[in-house]
């Protein structure tokens, strides 16, 4: 009878483990997710075609421009069970499309806070689209 009694504890640690994540990192976090080279992973870029042209993106990146009208279309391309890695120039549009999909129901969604802008500011490539 006692061993009921942990039975609630047991099923909230359950429902814990399948609840998405969201997770700003940091640059040295990101590196280390790209090195991993995880064929799940599925790297975004949120900026503008203009910002694209001036810095390039960061290799096996998508482009979805947050700001254009079919930003939520492009998305639904995206699985929902694999890792998503954000950026976009400085973090401000990452964090954003972030909590939308997240409440979604993406599973994993990485936002890259120092956006492109860190990301070339420690001495990182891209690659010209």
């Not at 639904?76 to 973090?91: D, E, F, H, N, Q």
């Amino acid at each position: 009878m006692k061993y009921l009694a942990i039975i609630p504890f047991l099923m909230l640690g359950f429902m814990a483990c399948t609840q998405p994540v969201m997770k700003q990192i940091g640059l040295k976090e990101a590196k280390e997710l790209l090195a991993a080279k995880d064929p799940n992973l599925q790297i975004v870029d949120l900026r503008t075609p203009a910002e694209i042209k001036q810095t390039g993106i960061i290799e096996g990146a998508a482009i979805m421009d947050f700001t254009a009208a079919d930003f939520d279309a492009k998305v639904k391309t995206l699985s929902k069970k694999r890792p998503v890695l954000l950026y976009c120039a400085a973090g401000g549009r990452s964090a954003s499309a972030a909590q939308q999909l997240h409440q979604q129901g993406f599973k994993t969604v990485y936002d890259l806070s120092p956006g492109m802008s860190g990301w070339l500011n420690a001495g990182n490539k891209t690659i010209k689209q």
